[in-house]
């Protein structure tokens, strides 16, 4: 029988961060992947959202490769994510995510 997880993800300025609880509180597993912050000039920050989605799928991998190397394994049983405050993100139809 597996242990039920539930996972945190934080998409922050340069990073995703993930860590999985169970229902206790402990902590079972935690990874995180960077990614770069642009600037192009004085003033301006800019980032990519397809370097912030992939980084947000490796940080899930991570840490589910951790749960499942468990004795015994963790299965997450639901998912939180917050992301960066005051951010705006920009898409439009030609946009890949």
Wanted: net charge negative; with cysteine.
């Amino acid at each position: 029988m597996s242990v039920r997880a539930f996972l945190g993800l934080d998409v922050g300025t340069q990073s995703v961060k993930g860590r999985a609880i169970d229902e206790n509180g402990n902590l079972l597993a935690e990874a995180s992947t960077e990614y770069p912050l642009y600037i192009p000039q004085p003033g301006w920050t800019e980032q990519e959202p397809v370097e912030m989605w992939q980084a947000t799928c490796e940080t899930i991998r991570k840490v589910v490769d951790a749960l499942q190397r468990r004795d015994p394994p963790a299965e997450i049983a639901a998912v939180c994510a917050t992301g960066q405050m005051h951010t705006m993100i920009l898409l439009d139809k030609t946009s890949s995510l």
